[in-house]
Nanobody, 118 residues
Framework: QVQLVESGGGSAQAGGSLRLSCAVS????????MRWYRQAPGKQRELVAG???????NYADSVKGRFTISRDNAKNTVYLQMDSLKPEDTAVYYC????????????WGQGTPVTVSS
């Protein structure tokens, strides 16, 4: 019942910026946490950044200082601002939401690819 729609992925040059968005809709009481993951070809999916109900954030060491996660509660949307991009940031990025609801507890977005060239 909960759907996640991602946008903002694409191509960028090293040192450039992109902003990913993830809009949440459907049947839920409230959102518990929002997170961004990424998966590069041949590698496991890894947590990039997360934000919880109280507003606390956490980041992977590899993106700390370059990426910023934020949310707009009125729009039920989470963002990932990616600055100073590196080729190693190339991956498919997935939005993940934990929520309280009548059914379910977790949803994943379809993934949006990000390609960073040198």
């Amino acid at each position: 019942q909960v759907q996640l729609v991602e946008s903002g992925g694409g191509s960028a040059q090293a040192g450039g910026s992109l902003r990913l968005s993830c809009a949440v809709s459907g049947g839920f009481f409230s959102i518990k946490a929002m997170r961004w993951y990424r998966q590069a070809p041949g590698k496991q999916r890894e947590l990039v950044a997360g934000i919880i109900n109280g507003g606390s954030t956490n980041y992977a060491d590899s993106v700390k200082g370059r990426f910023t996660i934020s949310r707009d509660n009125a729009k039920n949307t989470v963002y990932l601002q990616m600055d100073s991009l590196k080729p190693e940031d190339t991956a498919v990025y997935y939005c993940n939401v934990l929520y309280w609801g009548p059914v379910g507890r977790e949803s994943w977005g379809q993934g949006t690819p990000v390609t960073v060239s040198s």
